[in-house]
T-cell receptor, first 111, second 113 residues
Framework: KQEVTQIPAALSVPEGENLVLNCSFTDSAIYNLQWFRQDPGKGLTSLLLIQSSQREQTSGRLNASLDKSSGRSTLYIAASQPGDSATYLCAVRREGNKLVFGAGTILRVKS | NAGVMQNPRHLVRRRGQEARLRCSPMKGHSHVYWYRQLPEEGLKFMVYLQKENIIDESGMPKERFSAEFPKEGPSILRIQQVVRGDSAAYFC???????????FGPGTRLTVL
């Protein structure tokens, strides 16, 4: 059974810091891994999707890496801003098309 | 191109009533997924449907819950005889094909009194 763990559960940083969010999964047989952002009371916004054959994806200040063999992914956020405050979710996609989510990391960027 | 639409956004029901949640996928998408987010918990897969077919319902409770995605119209998640433990945010996602990226709707927040 696939399990996804996100560390840390919560993170508070001053504005301008670079930060790393971690995601680990128990079964390396995945099709892809996706990072989402969820604002309080809102839906999910897809940030980055990494196919199983890829090592990383970048979008603006965000960079996500994938090491399938070790079951790990990291989301790097450069020069954090208060507007980055949200819950960040990692999800892996296995056979059968369902996404398996981690519990999320709650990020607060202080101005 | 409008995104995934869900309605209602908020739904309040008393114990024992029925709840109907609707999801209109993105234009051209024929694959729909329902996920549930219980308070203080992560999102959990419930059911995966294609037009007129249930492909995977392994995450859906066996009793009181049902889902459909008819040939015409939105996908419906139906919860009969709701209980307080059904209070959660229910998210719908859609994709173009079986292995394409899933796009999420804003969710329906169900509160059972």
């Amino acid at each position: 059974k696939q399990e996804v763990t996100q560390i840390p559960a919560a993170l508070s940083v001053p504005e301008g810091e670079n930060l790393v969010l971690n995601c680990s999964f128990t079964d390396s047989a995945i099709y892809n891994l996706q990072w989402f952002r969820q604002d309080p009371g809102k839906g999910l916004t897809s940030l980055l999707l990494i196919q199983s054959s890829q090592r990383e994806q970048t979008s603006g200040r965000l960079n996500a890496s994938l090491d399938k063999s070790s079951g790990r992914s990291t989301l790097y956020i450069a020069a954090s801003q208060p507007g980055d405050s949200a819950t960040y979710l990692c999800a892996v996609r296995r056979e059968g098309n369902k996404l398996v989510f981690g519990a999320g990391t709650i990020l607060r960027v202080k101005s | 191109n409008a995104g995934v639409m869900q309605n209602p956004r908020h739904l309040v029901r008393r114990r024992g009533q029925e709840a109907r949640l609707r999801c209109s996928p993105m234009k051209g998408h024929s694959h729909v997924y329902w996920y549930r987010q219980l308070p203080e918990e992560g999102l959990k897969f419930m059911v995966y449907l294609q037009k007129e077919n249930i492909i995977d319902e392994s995450g859906m409770p066996k009793e009181r819950f049902s889902a459909e995605f008819p040939k015409e119209g939105p996908s419906i998640l139906r919860i009969q005889q709701v209980v307080r433990g059904d209070s959660a945010a229910y998210f719908c996602a859609s994709s173009l094909g079986q292995y394409n990226e899933q796009f999420f709707g804003p969710g329906t927040r169900l509160t059972v009194l």
